[in-house]
């Protein structure tokens, strides 16, 4: 038999919605057959089946809440029959990773290596065997990984380890497991003097429980400052008027967040400083400028990217970020769709929002936040004017982004802003 185990669909996953099942007890599936659906903290995503054979149980009925991550949810007969070693129980089925959050164990079991799937569902350096070929090469000693498989889709089967030279199998590495920081204890309501039967309690999703534990996270180990600039856009809307105009006929509509983000890219390009990530190894320095918008959805928050968004023009930007918040909005978003990306903009300009400061999406350098464009008293060529003026404000990862490189950003971010023309030469 085979084990299907709960699937970890994204970094931050730690437990997820079984959505749906496509397949019921006696069903014959393949590799790559989607199986199952799963509705992570980011979105719902299909589950394919990493091996072929015939479903023998469900053991996770659909619409069942906080899976953990690793549960074994339901089997396959494969190819012999055999039963395979049981599985770790839910509790045993991660470690924790250096922050403390867990990550899926990926210590093989004797003979060969776990199948549990990997982000997207794909299963990552493993081993294709039965459970016969396990069992047998456990006993003589061979490393699995030195075999050719001839079954289906290059599985190990028992005919190719007849013959095969026998010795002490390679030993699994073991896991390196960091000490976890001591987590603060938070009182509960009760203890904080208000008291029962006064509220409603909301029970945490997975997506707030993970928005919860990254921000916390970075806004407590990352060591940031906000930056903040005043950019007169009367230009800007003049020329976003222009250019709806000429592409009113292809049903495209450009916003002020569009010239926003390719504004962003482009001022990354021209400050590359400010397109990098720290990291243990060293700074990285990204060759594209790929630009995270923050879209609101129910329960939480998700970022989209608009991947090289420095080479794309303003009517690509505006049909992708429209296609993007949809998605995003009925979580049918692909895990590469809103994982990664160099840089973030959250705009809550909207919601008549003046500014605000927002905290870093790690591992990013950067993020900007957008406030209301409107009219403000200014002072032009020492005369009182008025003037439409928004408020953006750098928050900047201090371990890559320090004031000067910043600072350099937000001037070419403005000057672009002001005269967009600069933007679309």
């Known amino acids: 038999m085979t084990d299907i185990l709960m699937p970890a669909l994204s970094p931050t996953m730690e437990e997820g919605v079984l959505a749906k099942w496509h397949v019921k007890v006696g069903d014959v599936v393949s590799a790559g057959d989607v199986i199952a659906e799963i509705e992570t903290d980011k979105a719902t995503m299909e589950v394919e089946a990493v091996d072929e054979g015939e479903v023998l149980e469900i053991l996770v009925a659909e619409g069942t809440e906080g899976v953990k991550v690793n549960t074994l949810i339901a089997r396959l007969k494969g190819e012999d029959g055999a039963a395979s070693p049981p599985s770790k129980p839910a509790s045993q089925a991660s470690v924790p990773s250096e922050m403390g959050h867990s990550t899926p164990d990926t210590s093989p079991p004797a003979g060969g290596r776990t199948r549990a799937a990997g982000e997207g569902g794909k299963s990552t350096s493993r081993v294709f065997a039965s459970p016969l070929a396990r069992r047998m090469a456990a006993q003589a000693g061979i490393d699995l ?37 001591e987590p603060r204890k938070v009182q509960s309501l009760a203890q904080m003097g208000i008291p029962d039967g006064t509220y409603d309690l909301i029970p945490l999703d997975g997506m707030r429980r993970a928005i919860a534990r990254r921000l916390t996270d970075s806004f407590r180990d990352v060591p940031h400052f906000p930056l903040t600039i005043d950019c007169e856009i009367d230009g800007l809307l003049a020329a976003r008027a222009k250019v709806n105009a000429l592409l009113e006929k292809d049903g495209v509509k450009v916003s002020v967040n569009d010239f926003v983000i390719k ?39 998700i970022t989209p990217i608009i991947r090289k968004a420095e080479t794309k023009t303003l009517s690509q930007i505006a049909t992708e970020s429209r296609d993007l918040a949809k998605r995003a909005r009925d979580r049918k978003l692909k895990p590469e769709e809103f994982q990664g990306g160099t840089f973030s903009v959250s705009n809550l300009g909207m919601f008549g929002i003046k500014a605000f400061a927002s905290i870093i999406n790690e591992p990013q350098g950067a993020i900007m936040s957008v406030g209301a464009g409107e009219p403000r008293p200014v002072v032009k060529n020492g005369q009182l004017a008025v003037a439409t003026v928004m408020t953006v404000t750098l928050t900047c990862d201090h371990r890559v982004v320090d004031g000067a490189i910043g600072a350099k950003f937000l001037q070419v971010f403005k000057a672009m802003i002001e005269d967009p023309v600069t933007m679309l030469a």
């Open 145 to 181: 990984s030195t075999i050719k498989g001839t079954g289906p889709h290059g599985r190990i089967v028992k005919r190719d380890l007849e013959g095969a030279p026998t010795g002490a199998a390679k030993p699994a590495a073991a896991p390196v497991v960091a000490a976890a920081a």
């Open 263 to 301: 504004a962003s890219a482009m001022a990354l390009k021209a400050v590359p400083e400010a397109n990098a990530s720290y990291s243990p190894e060293g700074i990285a320095m990204h060759h594209h400028a790929d630009v995270a918008m923050a879209v609101a959805i129910d329960g939480g928050l």
